[in-house]
């Protein structure tokens, strides 16, 4: 990478970040988002939110338009606040965490798993560690952005706990006890589900009550 992309790319971010924040804490400086918009420009970005900014005066667009004109060149930006500026995803996850934790028994887990945030990892996400010290992130980790939907947290949550198991002992849980076929977390009709593909496919259970569906704990 250059020292020029490096620069832009920093200076893409920054600004990024001062206008989410702007727009989260309802003070947005429109100097930042005509300032994005002119780095965005500068790299051969031409959406049409950031031309309008470009080419209007600051002065003459309103708050509610530059406000609008914002969230549109964030989005054109690709930005995510990742967990760091948006901590209601990581509290999002752990909500997640402590419905699947209730699963964990009848695979022999005990104790409190914990979200892990993967700093290390590029893009930044989070990974489950077990009481035990066992850390989960096999194919993957859980992105910031799957965590703006509760739902969509619990499923991704069930889904990397679920295939990091699998990798770490070589045996398929949960199992549907009437097909005795590996089941799998999936988001239906809104809820995050262990989901037999058995007969047409059915639900053995929410993610969180595999206990009530009669599943056997396995050592």
């Known amino acids: 990478m250059s020292d020029a992309t490096?620069?832009?790319?920093?200076?893409?971010?920054?600004?990024?970040r001062r206008v989410y924040l702007g727009l989260r804490e309802d003070n947005l400086d429109p100097q930042d988002v005509v300032a994005l918009a002119c780095e965005l420009l500068d790299r051969f970005q031409y959406t049409d939110a950031i031309l309008e900014v470009v080419e209007r005066n600051p002065a003459d667009v309103s708050p509610a338009e530059m406000t609008a004109l914002a969230r549109?060149?964030?989005?054109?930006?690709?930005?995510?606040?990742?967990?760091?500026?948006?901590?209601?995803?990581l509290e999002t996850l752990r909500a997640a965490l402590r419905t699947i934790a209730r699963d964990l028994p009848t695979r022999g887990i005990q104790g409190e798993p914990e979200i892990e945030v993967l700093e290390d990892w590029f893009p930044v996400g989070a990974?489950?560690?077990?009481?035990?010290?066992?850390?989960?992130?096999w194919g993957g980790h859980i992105l910031p952005n799957m965590c703006d939907d509760p739902t969509t947290a619990l499923t991704s949550l069930a889904i990397l706990i679920q295939?990091?198991?699998?990798?770490?002992?070589?045996?398929?849980?949960?199992?549907?006890?009437?097909?005795?076929?590996?089941?799998?977390?999936?988001?239906?009709?809104?809820?995050?589900?262990?989901?037999?593909?058995?007969?047409?496919?059915?639900?053995?259970?929410?993610?969180?009550?595999?206990?009530?569906?009669?599943?056997?704990?396995?050592e």
């Open 6 to 16: 490096a620069e832009h790319e920093a200076n893409t971010e920054e600004l990024g």
């Open 72 to 89: 549109r060149i964030l989005d054109d930006a690709g930005f995510d606040p990742g967990f760091d500026l948006a901590p209601e995803r």
């Open 127 to 137: 990974g489950v560690r077990l009481a035990d010290g066992e850390r989960l992130d």
């Open 163 to 218: 295939e990091s198991l699998l990798e770490r002992t070589r045996q398929v849980w949960p199992v549907c006890p009437r097909h005795d076929l590996g089941v799998h977390g999936s988001e239906r009709e809104g809820t995050a589900v262990w989901w037999c593909v058995g007969e047409g496919g059915h639900m053995l259970a929410p993610v969180g009550e595999l206990s009530r569906a009669g599943q056997r704990r396995r």
